[in-house]
């Protein structure tokens, strides 16, 4: 299910036009960071409307974190906020993410075209798994209790690049048994997880780095 997106009434939605009714030069990334109060009320609204809509889940990695405060989350600029500041609060721009998803993510391009004017409406300008306008598990299969990330389109292929999906792998080989047959199993049991054919050869795939790895440690 796609995201609602968050609405601007009365006080908000004049904050939002003061800086929508700035001139081009004027609008910067920056005024995002302004500690002006009714920036503040702004973020703040938006945070709150995006963790009860996602459910506190982030629109990247999914892993949920339930918390009593917001530091745990980050406003997301979908279309980053440094070279595009003309869509700083634009509705369908904004969601919450987790800390590692956003500052990996960083301001990288998510766009098809780079030098787009308007803001972009339809999945198909993005290069990524836009929470607004994409399904998520249409683009980006999750086995092994979200340690493995893969992606099964092109979109999620770059969104699993750009959001550095593929940090919990660690955590999947840590958890492996050490003894052989156990090893092998649980691989087999991660493949039967599988529902695409990117995500077999995926699991394949790291079967085989495991096997090679094996395979040094005895002749070292």
């Known amino acids: 299910m796609l995201l609602k997106a968050v609405e601007y009434e009365g006080e908000l939605q004049d904050t939002v036009k003061a800086y929508t009714d700035l001139d081009e030069t004027s609008k910067s990334g920056d005024y995002w960071d302004k500690k002006d109060a009714d920036i503040k009320k702004l973020k703040k609204h938006i945070k709150q409307h995006y963790l009860v809509v996602q459910d506190y889940t982030c629109v990247y990695c999914k892993q949920k974190i339930i918390v009593t405060h917001g530091m745990a989350w980050d406003i997301e600029h979908i279309i980053p906020k440094s070279p595009y500041p003309k869509f700083l609060f634009e509705e369908e721009n904004l969601v919450i993410a987790c800390k590692d998803c956003n500052g990996t993510k960083k301001n990288k391009h998510v ?28 683009h980006i299969g999750r086995l092994a209790d979200s340690k493995i990330y893969v992606g099964n389109t092109p979109k999620g292929i770059e969104t699993v690049l750009i959001c550095g999906l593929h940090r919990f792998l660690p955590k999947y080989a840590e958890n492996l048994s050490l003894d052989s047959s156990k090893r092998a199993q649980e691989f087999a049991n991660t493949m039967n997880e599988a529902k695409t054919k990117e995500e077999t050869f995926f699991i394949m795939a790291l079967m085989k780095k495991d096997l090679e790895q094996a395979m040094n440690n005895m002749l070292s």
């Open 111 to 138: 766009l098809v075209n780079k030098k787009r004017k308007t803001f972009p409406k339809n999945s198909k300008d993005y290069i990524i798994v836009h929470p607004h306008f994409d399904v998520y598990d249409e």
